[in-house]
T-cell receptor, first 112, second 117 residues
């Protein structure tokens, strides 16, 4: 079955460490997105990519980095520059910009 | 700019009660409208959508009608169940404005629904 897979489901990081969250899709979607979700704050867009080898900053890109070397994959790195990284991270994809999204099941990142 | 406003929660209902979650939008073009649902600890799932004025989206007993004259897309269900307890997000996509960030989905802040037996 086609879908979008995020791993790991739970991730713990020590302060000062970089960590990479995985997002893989086999839907043949061109566009992919990363969102951050904090309690009571809805979804905030971190980065998005409309095509391979191209990506754009969203509303809260500082302290994050991404790559899009393959159509299927859009990993997110949370760097030590992100001051408050503890959150629930959601990856999504769509056939092209503007269509409904398919979401992964999320990664909960906790800084310890 | 484009935006989505949802009624603030939490909304608490008894089983079999009628549900309405209000959603209004602001958009410069002709947006598509969506409702997503998020169960605890999970990602968002598309619940229903409508792509033009007067369209009605429906799924699993939920309905929403695209009202251009009132710029609204309210979610309704005639008889809620405990299993409907979740967070509901209204979203729009202004596909008339491709390029940049304007073609991305814009989400409301979410409305938490709790249904008691």
């Amino acid at each position: 079955d086609g879908g979008i897979t995020q791993s790991p489901k739970y991730l713990f990081r020590k302060e000062g460490q970089n960590v990479t969250l995985s997002c893989e899709q086999n839907l043949n979607h061109d566009a992919m997105y990363w969102y951050r979700q904090d309690p009571g704050q809805g979804l905030r867009l971190i980065y998005y990519s409309q095509i391979v080898n191209d990506f754009q900053k969203g509303d809260i890109a500082e302290g994050y980095s991404v790559s899009r070397e393959k159509k299927e994959s859009f990993p997110l790195t949370v760097t030590s520059a992100q001051k408050n990284p503890t959150a629930f991270y959601l990856c999504a994809s769509s056939p092209e910009q503007g269509y409904g999204y398919t979401f992964g099941s999320g990664t909960r990142l906790t800084v310890v | 700019g484009n935006s989505v406003t949802q009624m603030e929660g939490p909304v608490t209902l008894s089983e079999e009660a009628f549900l309405t979650i209000n959603c209004t939008y602001t958009a410069t073009g002709y947006p598509s409208l969506f409702w997503y649902v998020q169960y605890p600890g999970e990602g968002l799932q598309l619940l229903l959508k409508a792509t033009k004025a007067d369209d009605k989206g429906s799924n699993k007993g939920f309905e929403a009608t695209y009202r251009k004259e009132t710029t609204s897309f309210h979610l309704e269900k005639g008889s809620v169940q405990v299993s409907d307890s979740a967070v509901y997000f209204c979203a729009l996509s202004d596909r008339g404005n491709y390029g940049g960030s304007q073609g991305n989905l814009i989400f409301g802040k979410g409305t938490k629904l709790s249904v008691k037996p």
